[in-house]
Each structure stands twice: as C-alpha cells, then as structure tokens.
C-alpha cells in the first residue's frame, strides 16, 4: 500500500459540533503530518508527529486536537470551530530520516463550517 | 522568519513549449528542495526534489537546478502538454527525520493546446 488515506472526504459542521477527521498509511512512515489549505494557497504546516509523539505544533488554536493512536493513524479532533475554519485539511507522511523524507500526501477532507 | 518566494504566480505557454518557475529561500540551512504539482481538487504530488549536494536534477522532462549560493532553485518543463496544467509548489526544508515544509506562494501554469 503506497497512499495516505483520509476520511471522510466532504465535511460539514456547525460552531458548537464536535467532530474528527482521519488519517492512514501503511507504508510504514513514522512521521505524519497536518496541513490547512485554504483555497489558491499553498499547504499550512499545522502539527508534525514524529514516532507517535508530537514535534511540532505551529500555533494552532485548541479548538484543533491532533492524535496519534499508533504509527499508522492519525486524527485531528475538532470543536467549537469558526466559519474561517473552513479549508481543506491534508494530512501527510514521510520516513522520518535524514535520505528518505518525501512527504505524501493524501486527497484531503474539505471542511465547512457554517 | 523562513520564506519561500516563487515567481511568476501564473505562466500560460502553448503546448510543446518550455516553463520556468523560479524560487528563492531565506534559510540558509536549507538543504531539501521538492516540487509538488497540485490539480483542481486533487493531493498535492511530489514530481521531482532535490538536496544541496545537487546543483542539478532530471527526470524525463522535468528538471531542478540549484544555485545554493544565492539561494534560488527552478523547476524547468519542456515540451509542456496540456496534462502538465496545475499548480506548481516549491518549498523548501532542513533535512533531519522530519522536516517542516516551507511552501512558496504557487504557480499556477496553463498549457494552452
């Protein structure tokens, strides 16, 4: 299996919801990734976990959760959003070593919320 | 703070001719350069990279080169199709396990038949 997966594919949430999107790989990959794209701009950097433990997180507003059960999945558990929320969230992967850090990436959730 | 700059913003060529984007970085202690190509509603995809010990990378039609003294990097395209339009992402990132992507603003490239 060579792709990144993402479930679901089309989100619509309203401010008080809670909600969480899904990420999968098995390509053996122990760093994953979050990204925010909002239309006609390029990928946002938001969290970064590297062997299942957080690396980076860029800032991002606590109404955002990441999670990382094991090196396979990761979540991003959402709450309380604000309509600017509304993007399409990508998650990503890499080996995580200095010769093999392609990241790939998956489709993607679009998220809307009203 | 790191940036990425990337120019143009949009490029329109008629099919079978070249393209050149141009990018240029602010971390000097960048080492790792990759392009991602993205279509309309699709993930973005790595096409081509390239690491500071290469001044030069090629794969078929599509090449990187890299000028690590005056910190720019280009992505050429010839004999461009109509399946090449997209958006074209340059970015760049300190090697080390995993890295942290600095993307550049994106070109947006139409290959008119």
């Known amino acids: 299996d060579t792709e990144v997966t993402q479930t679901p594919k089309h989100l619509v949430m309203g401010m008080t919801n809670k909600k969480s999107l899904k990420c999968e790989q098995h390509m053996g990959h122990r760093a994953m990734y979050w990204y925010k794209q909002k239309a006609k701009k390029p990928p946002e950097l938001m969290f970064v976990?590297?062997?299942?433990?957080?690396?980076i997180n860029e800032s991002v507003p606590s109404r955002f959760s990441p999670e990382c059960p094991n090196s396979s999945l990761l979540n991003l558990h959402l709450h309380a959003l604000q309509p600017e929320d509304s993007a399409l969230y990508l998650c990503?992967?890499?080996?995580?070593?200095?010769?093999?850090?392609?990241?790939?990436f998956g489709p993607g959730t679009r998220l809307l919320v009203l | 703070g790191e940036n990425v700059e990337q120019h143009p913003s949009t490029l329109s060529v008629q099919e079978g001719d070249s393209a050149v984007i141009k990018c240029t970085y602010s971390?000097?202690?960048?080492?790792?350069f990759p392009w991602y190509k993205q279509e309309l509603g699709k993930r973005p995809q790595l096409i081509i990279d390239i690491r500071s010990n290469v001044g030069e990378k090629k794969d078929q039609r599509i090449a990187v080169t890299l000028n690590k003294t005056a910190k720019h990097f280009s992505l050429h395209i010839t004999e461009t199709q109509p399946e090449d339009s997209a958006v074209y992402f340059c970015a760049a990132a300190r090697s080390g396990g995993y890295n942290k992507l600095i993307f550049g603003a994106g070109t947006r490239l139409a290959v008119h038949p």
């Open positions: 971390d000097s202690a960048s080492n790792y």
């Open positions: 990503a992967s890499s080996q995580a070593t200095v010769t093999q850090e392609t990241q790939y």
């Open positions: 976990y590297s062997y299942e433990k957080l690396s």
